[in-house]
Structure formats: C-alpha cells, structure tokens
C-alpha cells in the first residue's frame, strides 16, 4: 500500500472510530502513522495491537475498535481460498467442515471457513448492486453452528482428547471449551459478513451502521445483559472519575465574589496592582440527596445503574436516600449499601424485599407519588436534591401533579431522568411533558448521558 493510500486509509478509520465515540484525536492520528511507519504491514495483528496503543485511551472500547480495524484493513478480499478439495459443496459439506475445525481448534481453517459460510449461506438482494449485501445473521440461523456442540464433543473424545476417565468434571471443561470455541467462530462470521458487506455497500457506510457502539453508548432500554453486566462492573472506575470532577466544581464554586478591601490591601506590596485578589470563601454544607426509581420492566436496568452510580458517589454528599416503586413506594436505602457484594441481583433483591410491587407489577406513578409524599415527604428539605427516574409512563392512571409539586416546592432541585428518547416523550401512555412543565426533564439514554449530566446537575 502506498503512503498516500496509508494515510487515506488510517485518516478514515480514525474518523470512524470517532464517530463510535472513541475519542481519537490529531495527537494519536500522528502516532499511529508513526506506528505504522515502524511496524509495516507484514504482521497484521502486530499492525492491530501497534494501531491500539495509539488510538484506545479508555476501557469498553477495544471490541469497537477490533471491528473497525477489521473493516479497515481487512485480512483479504472476497472469499477465502481453500483448495478444490476442502472446499464444501452444501451445507451438510460446510457443517461437517465446521465441526471438524471447531474439534480440533484450528482457528485458521474456522476464520476461512467462516468467509465461505458468509458467501454461501449470507448473501441477500443483487449481489454485487446496491441493494444486496451479505448477513451474519442470515448465516448463523442457517448454519446453526450451536447445534454442532454434541458432535464435536464425539469427535474430541474419539481422538482421545476428553475420556470419560476424567470423570463429569473434564467432561463439563471440554464442554465449555467447545462454547468458547463456537462463540468465537460466530464472531469469525459476524466479521466476514461486515468485511463483505463494505466491499459491497462501502466501508464508510458499513461502519456507521453495523458495527455495535461501546457499552457506554448502549441505549439503557435495549442494553443486553451482557452490556448490562459490563456497565456495572463500570460504576467503580466511572464513581472515581465523576467524583474528581464534583471536587473540581466544589473548590470552584467555594470562590466567593471579590473582598474589595483585603484585595486593596495585598496590592500595597506590588505598587497598588491587585495581582493577587481576595474572595469571600463560601462554605456551603454538602447537600443531600433523594432517589426515587422506578423499578418497573426495561427502566430497571438504567435505575439500578444509576442507583450504584450515586451511592459510589455517596463521599461527594451528606446524606443520600433512596425510594423505589412499581405501583407501590418502598425506602430501599438499607439495601442499596456501601460493599454490596452482588450489585448484579440489585433490581431482583429490591423487588422481593421491598413492598414495591402491590397489584400487577405495571408502573403507577400517581400511586407510587401519592405513597411518597404521603409517608416520606419529610425526608425533603431545603438541602436536598431530588432525582426522579423513570420514562414516566403511567399505563393510563393519574399522574399526580400535585405530588410532584409537593415535592418541588419543599427540594433544592428536583431533576427527572428519562431514558427515551426525546421523541417519545407524551406518545402513548406518557404524561413526560404533563412532568416535565413542574420539573426539570433530561433525556438520559446512555451512561454516556448520564455522566456529563451528574457532573452538570448534581449539587456541590
């Protein structure tokens, strides 16, 4: 490749890491040129891990950066070759070819093997046109790679490798070995199929569109339990860093207006220039902290997180309690502790411990509004700083906007989260607008949401 063609070839590639949210800017465009320049193009995965250095500053996002790098510099073009011999002629052909591989784990002849399952079995539309491309999912719902687990397991202990002598326990390691083994073949396939399709349809395209954003980008409502897990073993690293960034804005927003007369009185030393001012250093008390999330289906999940998330924070606060509800209110704040050892079960120990849920586990705002202020509306104050958490969809029941109103005019703040979008507010069962006339609504759909908007409205 020629140097013009490099530097194209990088240029764009970082443009669409960018556009997946890695933060890839001139400084580290320069060093991985200079990387590339030392490393060459002969060892592909060298190229991989060099190019990574340089450009992946945060954790989360080395599986975005994997798939980028794979559109981008591709390990071939088309279909792999394999010799007349080797090269299945039906389906039945390919599984058994699967098989055998996955067997005996030849990680190159399963990458080969996936770009002829993708050719054979992923293709859609015209082909080559515009309007066809090729489907990973298409291929593994015909391929069934899952299906072949039994038969590579025979395989495995017919050639020696998983005798029944180690006993249920051998058995169940080689078992999820093979797993892994299938995983990352539909990985294999999941690649070819984006690598064929921006031959197709363009690298730029298929960039934007296919590859999975970063969990941090994840929408919370359709997050899987995986991206869930992820976000969660995220809430440590990211309480740290939002937590420098609230001390950031505390010792700022101590600095007072100017003391006019200490300020006269400093500039006596340098000739009557004020070069260094006096302020009246306020010293404002820690505010306080109120959660109140519903716990009710998909919400759940961007509760939980943002639950875990404040508590981590809880150093930042004086006091910080948290309410749950579905169709009923319930304080979950001794639940919700420093050290919990199982942040992952949160949601489901609320929900059989608390009395959250009354009748038939559907949200009922108005109930769960009428529930809090009615019992708790004591534990807002003039220091304290609300944060309601749900997507406000009441199933057709009363909002209860003198409750909200209740609330607001006894809080500090009162700030409503909503993990829609913006577009979605009031359409249907939604009374967001009807809410967000009393209070302050924010969409916050993702954690990258969620953390500039902590930063920003959090009390110091």
Known sequence: ?????????????????????????????????????????????????????????????????????????????????????????????????????????????????????????????????????????????????????????????????????????????????????????????????????????????????????????????????????????????????????????????TRGQIDLRRTLRRSLSTGGVPVRPAFRHRRPGRPEIVLLCDLSGSVAGFANFTVLLVQALRDQFSKIRVFAFVDSTDEVTHLVTAGVADPEHLGARILEEAAVVRWDGHSDYGGALRGFTGKWLDAVGPRTSVLILGDARTNGGDPNLDAVRAIRDRARHVYWLNPERRALWSTGDSAALAYAELVEMHECRNVQQLSTLVTRLLPV
């Open 1 to 253: 490749m020629s140097a013009p063609g490099v530097t194209e070839r990088l240029t764009a590639f970082v443009q669409a890491l960018r556009a997946q949210g890695i933060p890839a800017g001139p400084a580290e465009t320069v060093d991985a040129g200079a990387a590339l320049e030392v490393l060459g193009f002969d060892d592909r995965e060298l190229v991989r891990e060099g190019l990574a250095a340089a450009l992946v500053r945060r954790g989360g996002q080395r599986a975005v950066f994997d798939a980028a790098f794979d559109l981008y510099f591709p390990a071939g073009v088309g279909v792999p070759e394999l010799a007349r011999d080797d090269r299945p002629r039906d389906l039945e052909q390919l599984r058994e070819a699967v098989a055998a591989a996955l067997a005996e784990g030849d990680q190159q002849a399963l990458a080969q093997l996936a770009g002829v399952a993708v050719e054979m079995l992923g293709g859609y539309g015209a082909g080559s046109g515009a309007g066809g491309g090729f489907s990973a999912h298409q291929t593994l719902d015909r391929l069934q790679p899952q299906t072949l687990i039994v038969r590579v397991l025979a395989a495995i202990r017919a050639a020696g490798g998983g005798s029944d002598e180690g006993g249920e326990f051998t058995d169940r390691l080689t078992r999820d070995e093979v797993r892994r083994r299938v995983e990352d073949f539909r990985g294999n396939v999941r690649t070819e199929a984006r690598r064929r399709a921006a031959e197709v349809r363009g690298r730029d395209r298929v960039a934007k569109h296919a590859i999975a954003p970063a969990a941090d980008r994840v929408d919370f409502l359709i997050a899987s339990r995986a991206q869930l897990a992820e976000l969660r073993r995220a809430v440590q690293p990211l309480s740290r860093k939002l937590a420098t960034r609230l001390a950031a804005r505390r010792k700022r927003t």
